[in-house]
Structures are given as structure tokens and as C-alpha cells.
């Protein structure tokens, strides 16, 4: 068949029509699923883009990334070094793989080498992962490959398997890629119940390597499907025989024999299994099945603890826990009966009530194990997890702390009360008590994972993201890990990397729904709104539902001004949950939005209820009464805020220092900004408010230094630069004046004021040529400015254009009919006398 006939196209040389076709027969024939068809379209694609561009390549020079890509093929080519990560590593630390202008280019090859050459072990699949991070770019993959084709790369990377490449070896030289061809294509097969493929596949890969094991295991579960048990133990147990290590033909025997009802012999192999691997978490879930069926209920129970631990985002595994426990009821309610004053007995008796939900049966009985005086670590650590659940917080918080006195060494308990301190909102003693936990534990990924949400709490980011790496380090599957480290490069403002671990954290659990928000909160932060509420559809797709996501949803609606559906949103969100602060505090800011301070200050209200420490509520609450002209109780909430020592209570400093110079009490308005600068020196509005003031009383020396400390902190304010050039006109260095202006329009190339004062400053130098022409550009941003059509009147008065100047004078009499002084200007003017000496001094005034 032809070129172009496979891809469905007319033979063509435009690439693109060619690259179009293979996209669309890749949608029909993926690598996974039908990896003959796909090779025939790949090898039609190949040779239709070789027809497309044929030319003289006899003196063509190879290009850098030509000659890695030749060392790539070469390396997969050669099946020693293809599964010998050493080999694979010294090509990709090659300087070409990491830098920025050709890292990208690179790792597009890969993938479309991969595209026809994909036999790999896990451990190179993840090698490259880890080089090119194709996990975390899927989004943007999509858009330059097939999906079906960029999901099946994700599928290797993240699903790991123990096919072993070592024994591909003894397959005949140069047939090993036939050989993982056909068995993918048998394993393919089988998986979706396709015998007859199935059969096909193994007899061919039997041809090239008949004696590998996973090979014969495969033929073993082809057989079982079939039917034909015995042939299926015989060949599992001929593997065992020849290595007693065998995980796999332990496993899949005792699964032929527990579905033969052989549980004692299905048990016995799932053990043999363990043995060898005590982690594997098919054989877990396996053996805990198995053990139900044996009645071992307690070991079933110890099987399903195990795996959720190890299995934490699978619900299937704690449907079972629930199930084993539940079994156990019934015996251990009887035993209890039996044993009253069996301690041990009654406390299991507690957790598998807890384990069933019955968290009331399972207080009642810890509590009888507490006033007998029997306490242990395990049973407290129990205990406040029942009373936890049983909406009593507070008991459970206080019953932590009992604890920890009396068992200080426990990594349980330290752990939990570190959650405790943690719910309660006290953030650095939950960090100092996670701490205390892995000194005890150094390997708990849970602590470092809590540790780093503690921190984020407290924007201590740049420690956060180190906790959470370590968390990963020690379980890469963790997908509440990544989220922390998501939350921390969010806080860090490094956009790109927040994403990459979002996609990580997705990957692990779909469902988790803080990543959906925090993409969301990304997405809002760099103005792409449509891209934050596609986050949040594609979380409503997946099923959740919880208010946090509609709050970010309102946010982003907030933020491009649809304050009536973001209020909406907020109502939706108080239905999920109505002790939310956040969303109260959204719904708020929409009201404050639109000038409906009354509305705004009922929920900045209903926010501080639900939280004290809400300092942002407190901030546009008093903002709400200032715009409600009542000061009085701006100023008393003003005081409770910094009363309450809030996060951020230099802003509440700030902020009342503004009331007080609104109401012209410049010396106390000091005072405040003063306390404001105390606490955070940095912050450049401070310095730049204690100069304002400054100048307001007149003491224009003493603003200039304050005015030089907020440039020196933020240059690029323009108003600054004003204040600045204000107290320096009043100090009469006009010329200096002049040049804080042009500072001021380097900031902001049409900024009128500093049009206006640098107008004023070469008035006074008596340069009136350049005060007119600046004047006239202040006047083109703002006709209306009477203090600038003072100074054309004046401007015009004494070049005795005195025609041009009434003009002016009407025009100020339009904009204020009761200026009395522009009636007795106008009065002069027609009169024909000169202007005064020293009028129109200032720059503020008239």
C-alpha cells in the first residue's frame, strides 16, 4: 500500500496536510493498543515526509541535536545499554539536554522517536521523566502530540511494572524488540479479553524467548481466562521451582487458588509473596481478601491498615478496612462479654467500632479504659481521633496535650497533637511539635507534607517548598505533598514550577480539590481568567463540589468586575458551607465593589465571627465606614484591630494615621505612621504618608528626608517624586523641583501633576516660555484644573494677553460660580491693572 493511501491522504509535499493525516490515524491506531497498525502508519508517515522534502543531503551539515538524536538511536539500538540506566544518563547530562534554546527541541525528538521505539524499563521511563518532566507539561504536550499518545507516555512514567528487561537477554540476537512487541501485544490482548490475539502473540514471543518467566506468567493468566486452570498452576508452579524468589508466580497462584476456593493455599502463596516483597500492594489487598474469607478477621484488619497507608487516595481499600472490622464486631462484642476486665481486648474491640463509625460505642468504651487507669499511646491517640469525629474539637485538642505529658517519646501522639495545634490555627507550635514528631520518625513523609502546609500558612514559603520536597523524596505518590509544594511556589511567585507540581499532584489523586483552587488562584494572579474558570469546570467534570471552589470561582468573577454572579457564587458557597470566612470576606469585597458599604459591613462582619484573626475583613470593614463617612466607628474598630495584634497590623497604623489626616490631626496622623514604619522599615507609602504630613505642617526639611527613604525603597511611584518636588518648590529650589518632576514623568510619561508643578517651578524662575508650554500640557490631561488655569491667568496677565486671560477667568467662574477671587481677577482684567506680586505661590491651592 502506498504512502499516502495508508494515511488516507493524496500523495502531497505539503508537511503539514501530511503531519494533519498521521495525527488522525493515530486516534485510530495508538502504540498501546495496536502497535502493528500503528507501525504501518508511522512507517507511512516517515517515508510520506521523506517524499515531501527529498533532497541532495550529500552536503548537508549535522546539527547538534541531529547528532544527539543519532547517539539516542544508537543507545535504544543496543539492547544492553537501553536497559542500563548508567548509559541512558551520560547521554541525557549531555550540556545540549539542559540548555534552555535546545532543551525543549530535544525532548520533542525523544517523544517523537518514541512514537515508533517505546520498549523501556520503568526505571529509564521515569530517568527520563525526571530530565524533561513530561508529567507536569501534559497540558501543553496535548498540544503538540496526540493525546492518546502523550497519555500512554504518562501511563509508563507513572505506573510502574516489574517486567524484567534483564531476561530479555537470552532472547535470539536482534529479536528482543519482536519479543516486547509481542508480548505487549499479548499483554494488550489479554487485558481486553481479545483470546484469540492473545494466543497469537505469546506463540510468537514463545518462538524468541520461550523460557522467560514473565513470559510463561503471562501464558499462565492467558490460560486461567481461558479456563484451563491446571495447565495455568502447572506452568506457575515450574517458575517457583526454578526461583523460589518469584513474587509474580506467587501472586497470580494464589489468585488461581482463591479462585478455586483453595483460601488456605491462596493464603500460603500471598505469605511467600510478602516474604519477598512485605510492601506490595496487590498481595496486601489480595491476602486481605483472602483473609476475610478465612474468618482472620484481625489479620485482614492489619492488612488493609497497612494499605492504607500505602494506598491513601483508594477507596476500594478502606471499603474493605470498614468490612473486616465489621466482621470482627460480632466476636469481639462477645469476647468482650466474655473478658470483661480484658483490657487489650475491649480496645480492639473500640477500634473496630471507630473503624465501623460507631464512634459513639467506641467512646464509651475508651473512657471505661481511662478510668480504669490503662491508658496506653495507642489508646490516646484513639481517643482523640473519636472525639475528634464526634464534633467535640476541643476535648480531643485538650486530651493531645494530656497525652503528650504522659507519653512525650510517641511519635503518635507528638504527630497528632502537632494536628491539633495545626486545626486550631497555631501554626508555629504545630511546626515546632512536627519537628519533634521526626526527630522521632525521621522518615514520616505525612510530617514533612503537614509541616510544609504549616508553613505555608505562615508565608514562609521558601521553607515550605523544602519541607515538601522532602515529603516526595520519601513518597513520590504522595499527592498532598505536592499540593504543599504547589502552595509554596504559588506563594513564591514561581508561576511555572506551581504547575508542574499541581500536574503532579493530579496525576496521583484526580480529586484533590486545594490543587484545583490553587491552579485557579494562579491563573488569577496572571490575569488569565478564562483559564482559571476552565480549572474550575474541569473540577465540577471530575465530580467535586466543595465550596472552596466555588469561593475561587467568585474571586475570579470579582476580579473582572461581574461583582452580581461573583455575590451569586458566594450564596452557592454558603450552602456547601456556611462557616466559611473566605467566602464571606469575597461576597464583601463584591459589595465594597460596587459602593454598597452597608452590605459590605454586615459580611466583613459575618467573616470576623467565623474568624478573629480575619485581619483583611477588619481592613475593608473600617475602609467601609471611612467611604460611610462614620469615623468615629472607624476610628473604634480601628483600635480593636490593633488590639488585637493582627497579621499585618502596620497596615491598621497606616490606616488610621490617614483618618487623623483627614480630619487635619497631622501630628497624630505621625505618631501612627511612625508605628507603622516600626514594625515593617521597608514599606515605602509609610515614609512617603510621614512626608506628606510633613508638609502639610509646614516642616518641609524634615518631609524631604522621609520623601528620600520612600524613593530610595520604590522608585517607580511617581507621586513620590511630587510630594517631593512640593517641598522643594516651598523651599523656593525650583530647579530642583524640576528635576524630581522629570523623574516623575520618567515613571509616568503623562503624570499631570508633575506637568503642573514643573509648570509653577519655571513660573517662579520666571521663565514664563516654559511655564506656559508645560502648563498646556498639564491643562490637555486636565481642563479642568482650577489651579492651572490660575497660573495661565497669571501667565497670560503678564505677557498682557489680558483678552486670553478673561477667557480663563469665565471659564474658572464656570467650574466654581462662587469663587469670589477669579469675580475680583476678572474685575481687575477689565479694569486693565497688573497682576499682584507673590500671587499664585502654591501648588495645592489656588
Not at 491517640?381 to 473519636?386: A, F, G, N, R, S
Not at 502596620?650 to 514604619?677: C, H, M, P, T
Not at 510621614?690 to 520623601?707: H, R, V
Request: charged fraction near 30%; include cysteine.
Amino acid at each position: 500500500m502506498d504512502c499516502f493511501e495508508a494515511l488516507g491522504i493524496n500523495p502531497t509535499k505539503d508537511t503539514k496536510e501530511i503531519k494533519r493525516a498521521y495525527s488522525k490515524m493515530l486516534q485510530i491506531h495508538s502504540p498501546e493498543t495496536d502497535p502493528e497498525g500503528f507501525q504501518k502508519i508511522r512507517e507511512a508517515y516517515e517515508e510520506a515526509i521523506a517524499k515531501a522534502g527529498q533532497e541532495d543531503l550529500s552536503d548537508k551539515t549535522i546539527t547538534p541535536v541531529e547528532e544527539f538524536m543519532a547517539k539516542f538511536k544508537d543507545c535504544y539500538d543496543n539492547f544492553d545499554k537501553r536497559i542500563d540506566e548508567n548509559s541512558w544518563k551520560e547521554l541525557l547530562d549531555s550540556d545540549i539536554c539542559c540548555n534552555i534554546e535546545t532543551g525543549k527541541e530535544i525532548s520533542d525528538k525523544i517523544l517523537t522517536f518514541m512514537m515508533s521505539s517505546y520498549n523501556y524499563p520503568y526505571e529509564i521511563w521515569s530517568l527520563f521523566n525526571n530530565y524533561f518532566s513530561w508529567t507536569s507539561k501534559k497540558e501543553k504536550l496535548y498540544q503538540q502530540f496526540p493525546k492518546n499518545f502523550i497519555d500512554f507516555i504518562i501511563y509508563k512514567i507513572t505506573n510502574k511494572t516489574y517486567f524484567r528487561y534483564d531476561y530479555v537477554k537470552n532472547c535470539q540476537k536482534g529479536q528482543e524488540e519482536n519479543f516486547l512487541t509481542e508480548y505487549s501485544k499479548a499483554n494488550n490482548a489479554l487485558e481486553e479479553y481479545d483470546l484469540y490475539n492473545a494466543k497469537k502473540s505469546l506463540e510468537k514471543a514463545k518462538e524468541v524467548c520461550g523460557d522467560h518467566p514473565d513470559l510463561l506468567i503471562l501464558t499462565s493468566r492467558y490460560l486461567m481466562t481461558n479456563g484451563q486452570l491446571e495447565e495455568a498452576k502447572s506452568i506457575l508452579s515450574s517458575v517457583i521451582e526454578n526461583n523460589e524468589k518469584d513474587l509474580f508466580a506467587y501472586y497470580y497462584r494464589g489468585n488461581l487458588f482463591f479462585r478455586l476456593g483453595k483460601f488456605n493455599d491462596a493464603y500460603n502463596d500471598y505469605k511467600k509473596g510478602l516474604e519477598i516483597k512485605p510492601d506490595f500492594i496487590d498481595i496486601l489487598y489480595s491476602i486481605g481478601k483472602c483473609s476475610i474469607s478465612l474468618g482472620k478477621y484481625e489479620e485482614a484488619s492489619e492488612y488493609f491498615e497497612k494499605l492504607t497507608d500505602l494506598a491513601q487516595y483508594n477507596r476500594d481499600v478502606r471499603v474493605l478496612l470498614n468490612s473486616a472490622y465489621s466482621f470482627q464486631l460480632d466476636d469481639l462484642t462477645s469476647l468482650a462479654e466474655q473478658n470483661p476486665d480484658n483490657i487489650d481486648l475491649k480496645f480492639k474491640l473500640a477500634k473496630a467500632y471507630y473503624a465501623c463509625h460507631k464512634t459513639e460505642e467506641s467512646y464509651n468504651i475508651l473512657s471505661e479504659i481511662e478510668q480504669s487507669g490503662h491508658m496506653n499511646c495507642e489508646m490516646y491517640v484513639l481517643l482523640c481521633k473519636v472525639l475528634y469525629d464526634s464534633e467535640k474539637k476541643e476535648l480531643s485538642y485538650s486530651t493531645a496535650f494530656k497525652a503528650y505529658e504522659l507519653y512525650p517519646q510517641d511519635f503518635s501522639i507528638t504527630f497528632y497533637k502537632a494536628c491539633m495545634l495545626d486545626e486550631y490555627g497555631k501554626y508555629e507550635e504545630a511546626i515546632s511539635y512536627y519537628d519533634k514528631a521526626l526527630a522521632l520518625k525521621p522518615d514520616d513523609a505525612v510530617s514533612f507534607s503537614n509541616k510544609a502546609y504549616a508553613l505555608n500558612k505562615l508565608k514562609r514559603y521558601s521553607e515550605a517548598l523544602e519541607s515538601a520536597n522532602y515529603a516526595i523524596k520519601i513518597d513520590e505518590y504522595m499527592a498532598h505533598a505536592y499540593k504543599n509544594k504547589a502552595e509554596a511556589l504559588l506563594g513564591l511567585e514561581l508561576y511555572q514550577e506551581c504547575l508542574a507540581a499541581c500536574e503532579e499532584a493530579l496525576n496521583i489523586f484526580v480529586y484533590l480539590t486545594d490543587v484545583y483552587v490553587i491552579k485557579m488562584k494562579l491563573y488569577s494572579r496572571v490575569g488569565q481568567f478564562d483559564e482559571a474558570l476552565n480549572v474550575f469546570n474541569k473540577a465540577i467534570d471530575n465530580g467535586l463540589k466543595e465550596s472552596s471552589l466555588f469561593i475561587q470561582k467568585a474571586n475570579v468573577l470579582r476580579l473582572t468586575q461581574k461583582y452580581d454572579e461573583a455575590i451569586s457564587l458566594c450564596d452557592q458557597a454558603i450552602e456547601l458551607d456556611e462557616n466559611s470566612k473566605d467566602v464571606h470576606y469575597c461576597k464583601g469585597l463584591c459589595y465594597f465593589n460596587k459602593e454598597k458599604y452597608k452590605e459590605a459591613i454586615e459580611c466583613f462582619e459575618s467573616s470576623i465571627q467565623k474568624s478573629e484573626n480575619m485581619g483583611s475583613s477588619y481592613y475593608y470593614k473600617i475602609l467601609s465606614l471611612l467611604n460611610s463617612s462614620n469615623h468615629k466607628e472607624a476610628l473604634r474598630e480601628l483600635a480593636n484591630a490593633i488590639s488585637l495584634k493582627l497579621e499585618n497590623v502596620d497596615r491598621f497604623y497606616e490606616l488610621k494615621g490617614d483618618v487623623l489626616s483627614f480630619q487635619n490631626q497631622y501630628n497624630e496622623a505621625l505618631e501612627e505612621y511612625k508605628k507603622a514604619i516600626e514594625i515593617d522599615p521597608a514599606c515605602s507609602s509609610y515614609y512617603y504618608s510621614m512626608g506628606y504630613n510633613l508638609n502639610n505642617l509646614s516642616k518641609f526639611e524634615d518631609a524631604l528626608q522621609y520623601l528620600n527613604k520612600a524613593i530610595e525603597l520604590d522608585p517607580t511611584v511617581a507621586n513620590y517624586f511630587i510630594c517631593k518636588s512640593h517641598s522643594l518648590y516651598t523651599l523656593g529650589k525650583y530647579k530642583a523641583c524640576i528635576e524630581e518632576c522629570d523623574k516623575a514623568l520618567e515613571v509616568e510619561p503623562d503624570y499631570m501633576p508633575a506637568f503642573r508643578n514643573k509648570a509653577w517651578a519655571f513660573y517662579k524662575l520666571g521663565n514664563v516660555d516654559e511655564a506656559e508650554k508645560f502648563c498646556q500640557n498639564a491643562l490637555k490631561i486636565d481642563g479642568s484644573n482650577v489651579n492651572l488655569l490660575y497660573l495661565k491667568v497669571n501667565i497670560l496677565r503678564q505677557k498682557g494677553l489680558n483678552q486670553d486671560a478673561l477667557i480663563v477667568c469665565d471659564r474658572i467662574h464656570e467650574i466654581d460660580p462662587e469663587d469670589q477671587e477669579i469675580i475680583g481677577i476678572r474685575k481687575e482684567l477689565l479694569q486693565g491693572s497688573k497682576a499682584k506680586k507673590g500671587f499664585l505661590g502654591t501648588l495645592f491651592g489656588k
